[in-house]
């Protein structure tokens, strides 16, 4: 028998916040309300956004800054806390971040996680001891000025705002751009058009995708529009919105520095208690979100549908083939991106009823529901990101269209004896459909066999 394994011991060190003492890990930089915080949380594997906790660090190294300029913190403290911060916001102590997503409603833990590491970090560097409060204190230094109710939902707009600005903007416009490029591309395949999933009138291949890439248009210009509503930042109204203790020049010069850094323009909330106890920016945010994905769903099941068979569906277009589609059927291939992208869709939608949801969850003057709300517009932004862009790159680049199908399904659609409503009226135009129908002959057919016109005659009422 293999000799049994000795147990880890790990060594812990006291750490004291207002209820008293706990022990923490001897190597972690956080401190005692993290520990606690872990302790009674659940441990669900889902963690706040790391954009939002490295948006926090950026926030506390521009308060270090800007409290030191305001003569409210010592040079050394402030040097060796805003470089803590800027190996937060580098995404160092990762595993420091240990507090669930589903906590205290103004994400007080995670703030206060965040709070700790930049503190204990400090402490090491001014020092060599990792943790603790001394020189550098969690509260009292590294969230001078602030509140976890002003500073929590500061960094939920800055890293929204971010995310749709540098990633979901920019991966949307491929999409619009490449849809356009099909449509010139296929401009002049005539197809039929469908209603109802019935025949209906020809139109032209690329006007489809021309729609398509419309869609994605307008669905970027409401997201761009519902994102400049996120501009408005709670910081400088610490707990309940009124600026206690807090310096009335300190929010205006840590937004200013959010500003320059991000290249978007932020500013003060006009209202701080409406900036506290509503989310309505943010709801209206994860709302064109959810347009966003009803709309990319419409174009990729009118993909799908056109690309089905190879030989007993649809079999307008021909998408990309890319891997096996059947365990048991060989030869097989499924349209794997699009699915990929319509149950991306759904994740979105749903996100938008949990973040409709949290959005009710302000009560008087503080909003608790802020980061499962976060978690979810975070999540909805990174997903449509990332999928609209594989979309495009994966799937829509690679589309070829099967002219030969698409016109054999024009000549035989009976929608054709619309064509012929203005020379002989709808009552004779629907009898010549019908004949057609019960013949199993084209609408040409019939017209030419009944005399009712010449080819040419006929073939130019189709030009229009």
């Not at 594997?45 to 409290?67: D, Q, R, S």
């Not at 806390?81 to 595993?95: D, H, L, S, Y």
């Not at 024009?410 to 064509?419: E, G």
């Amino acid at each position: 028998m293999p000799a049994p394994k000795e147990k880890t011991i790990m060594t812990k060190r006291d750490e004291q916040d207002s209820l008293g003492v706990i022990q923490v890990p001897e190597g972690a930089y956080y401190g005692a309300q993290t520990e606690r915080a872990r302790i009674n949380f659940i441990d669900s594997g889902l963690k706040p956004p790391p954009a939002v906790i490295h948006t926090i660090a950026v926030i506390k190294g521009f308060a270090a800054e800007v409290n030191l300029a305001l003569g409210r913190l010592r040079p050394d403290l402030a040097k060796a806390v805003a470089k803590a911060a800027r190996e937060v916001m580098a995404g160092k102590f990762q595993q420091d971040f240990v507090v669930d997503l589903f906590q205290t409603g103004s994400g007080t833990s995670t703030n206060m996680n965040v709070n700790e590491v930049i503190a204990g970090r400090a402490n090491e560097l001014l020092t060599g001891r990792r943790g603790g409060k001394e020189p550098v204190h969690p509260n009292d230094h590294v969230n001078l000025g602030q509140s976890s109710n002003d500073v929590f939902p500061s960094a939920m707009h800055v890293a929204a705002m971010t995310a749709v600005h540098e990633k979901l903007l920019p991966s949307l416009k491929t999409l619009q751009q490449t849809l356009s490029e099909k449509a010139a591309a296929f401009g002049s395949i005539r197809k039929i058009g469908r209603t109802h999933l019935q025949d209906a009138v020809p139109i032209m291949l690329g006007d489809e995708f021309g729609g398509y890439a419309r869609q994605v248009d307008l669905a970027a210009e409401r997201i761009e529009s519902a994102s400049d509503t996120l501009r408005e930042l709670a910081l400088g109204g610490t707990a309940v919105g009124n600026g206690l203790n807090t310096h009335s020049e300190f929010a205006e010069r840590v937004i200013a520095k959010l500003s320059k850094q991000t290249g978007l323009e932020f500013k003060e909330a006009v209202d701080h208690f409406e900036a506290q106890g509503a989310k309505d920016a943010a709801v209206a945010l994860s709302g064109s979100l959810r347009s966003a994905a009803v709309g990319i769903t419409k174009i990729a099941n009118d993909i799908r549908l056109m690309s089905s068979g190879p030989r007993c569906g649809i079999g307008e277009i021909t998408l990309p083939s890319l891997q096996p589609g059947s365990s048991i059927m060989p030869g097989k291939v499924n349209p794997v991106i699009l699915e990929s992208m319509l149950q991306i869709c759904t994740q979105v939608i749903g996100n938008d009823t949990v973040v409709m949801l949290a959005g009710q969850g302000g009560v008087f003057e503080l909003n608790t529901m802020m980061p499962v709300m976060a978690y979810n517009l975070m999540q909805s932004i990174e997903l449509l990101a990332l999928g609209a862009g594989s979309l495009a790159e994966k799937c829509i680049n690679g589309i070829a269209a099967n002219a030969e199908t698409c016109a054999a399904y024009v000549d035989k659609s009976l929608a054709i004896a619309t064509y012929l409503v203005p020379a002989m009226g709808y009552d004779r135009a629907a009898a010549v459909s019908k004949k057609a129908h019960r013949t199993g002959k084209s609408i040409r057919e019939v017209v030419l066999e009944a005399e009712l016109m010449s080819g040419e005659a006929f073939d130019d009422l189709l030009k229009t």
